[in-house]
């Protein structure tokens, strides 16, 4: 089986040491987790992790499997790219005096579709939302000119088809 792009949702409790067992598990796998992002879910109380990786569907259905026996977890799944919408965020600081000097920093932000988020005496910073790849290719075009500091956010996703965690808490909700 081939390598591909993996996103993993787990609905779980908000419980202290959950992250570092979860982490744990791929590991033992030596499996690196390429995003991760730990939210609030649709559902009252209920924690979502979205965990992007790149491995084989053979390796997905274990690590989710092992996950699943995380007492906290209620349940995870995982999804190829292919099923899912998803975005990430980034953050790019620049020395100000370029988005004046440099017509090809304004052209970046116009074709990029980013937002400039503030501006002041020594910096500008710009937001991006995007897929990987547009971001990457932005921190590409800006590096020339100096980036002073870069940060992304992890994948968020949700799925083309309809989640069925809704429907199975409710179940497991008027059965207790």
């Known amino acids: 089986m081939e390598n591909k792009w993996f996103t993993i949702s787990v609905y779980s409790e908000n419980h202290v040491g959950l992250l570092?067992?979860?982490?744990?598990?791929f590991l033992k796998r030596h499996i690196?987790?390429?995003?991760l992002n730990v939210s609030k879910s649709e559902i009252e109380?209920?924690?979502k992790?979205?965990?992007?990786v790149y491995t084989t569907e053979t390796w997905i259905r274990r690590i989710v499997t092992q996950i699943e026996k995380q007492v906290e977890v209620i349940k995870?799944?995982?999804?190829?790219?292919?099923?899912?919408?998803?975005?990430?965020?980034?953050?790019?600081?620049?020395?100000?005096?370029?988005?004046?000097?440099e017509r090809q920093i304004q052209n970046i932000i116009k074709e990029s579709n980013s937002q400039i988020v503030t501006v002041s005496r020594e910096f500008f910073v710009l937001a991006k939302?995007?897929?990987?790849?547009?971001?990457?290719?932005?921190?590409?075009?800006?590096?020339?000119?100096?980036?002073?500091q870069f940060v992304r956010s992890g994948r968020i996703a949700?799925?083309?088809?309809?989640?069925?965690?809704?429907?199975?808490?409710?179940k497991f909700h008027h059965a207790s």
Do not use: C
């Not at 995870?76 to 370029?98: G, P, R, V």
């Not at 939302?129 to 980036?147: A, V």
């Open 32 to 35: 690196n987790i390429e995003s």
């Open 129 to 148: 939302t995007g897929r990987r790849h547009e971001i990457d290719q932005m921190y590409h075009e800006l590096e020339p000119f100096g980036i002073m």
């Open 49 to 52: 992790f979205t965990i992007v």
């Open 76 to 101: 995870a799944f995982y999804h190829t790219d292919e099923e899912t919408i998803y975005q990430e965020s980034a953050l790019f600081k620049i020395a100000s005096h370029l988005l004046f000097d």
């Open 20 to 25: 570092n067992r979860i982490s744990g598990i």
């Open 45 to 47: 109380e209920v924690s």
């Open 158 to 170: 949700v799925t083309k088809a309809e989640m069925q965690i809704t429907a199975l808490l409710e």
